[in-house]
């Protein structure tokens, strides 16, 4: 058998890609028991457990503030469709998980859309999936990330100064000699000061 029918006939399996972020991962080793940076196979009945404890989770943290189950991840099909998708569910009674802009407690599930931030303690992990053939295995990537994805997709940065098309902040702009007022009142996308 030649290489390029070996090549047709293997599936093509679903990854689920998690970049996982914590403030201190740079001076701890919270994610050392992690298969980080290759990919980990997992049969897709088998839900995918992370947490502090290493016997009842797939996946352990290096952390005494994570709870032993954490969170649970399980593959499952949408009917008519050939792709595999995913839900998560909060483990943990003690600690919640932001999973995009909802908050799950205890056992309560959410299905995890193509790219999603999910966050709990000081955690974040920002999952998305590439879609594959298989029904039956799929795929687990770990990979770290140097910065925070919540500022990569927007969550919880401070907005700038508002900047008028002077390129000057509002609050410098003045009229006889003194300031406008402090609070602008918004119509559309024209600025009314008062």
């Known amino acids: 058998m030649n290489n390029n029918s070996k090549l047709e006939t293997e599936e093509l399996l679903t990854c689920l890609h998690i970049h996982l972020f914590h403030p201190n991962q740079v001076s701890h080793p919270l994610f050392h028991n992690l298969p980080l940076n290759q990919p980990y196979r997992m049969d897709a009945e088998d839900p995918l457990r992370l947490g502090r404890d290493g016997q009842t989770c797939i996946f352990s943290l290096?952390?005494?503030s994570v709870s032993r189950k954490q969170l649970s991840m399980q593959a499952y099909k949408k009917a008519?469709?050939?792709f595999l998708?995913?839900?998560i569910q909060n483990m943990s009674q003690k600690v919640k998980l932001m999973v995009g802009g909802s908050e799950l407690r205890y056992l309560e599930r959410a299905e995890l859309h193509d790219k999603v931030l999910c966050r709990f303690g000081r955690y974040e992990l920002l999952i998305w999936q590439e879609p594959g053939d298989s029904e039956n295995k799929f795929e687990v990537l770990f990979e770290t990330c140097n910065a925070s994805p919540s500022q990569e997709v927007g969550i919880d940065v401070p907005c700038?100064?508002?900047?008028?098309d002077t390129l000057m902040p509002w609050r410098n702009i003045l009229e006889n000699g003194s300031p406008l007022s402090q609070e602008p009142l918004e119509s559309d996308e024209t600025v009314v000061l008062v």
Do not use: A, E, L
């Open 80 to 82: 008519g469709s050939p």
């Open 85 to 87: 998708s995913f839900m």
């Open 160 to 164: 700038k100064t508002p900047v008028m």
């Open 62 to 64: 290096n952390d005494t």
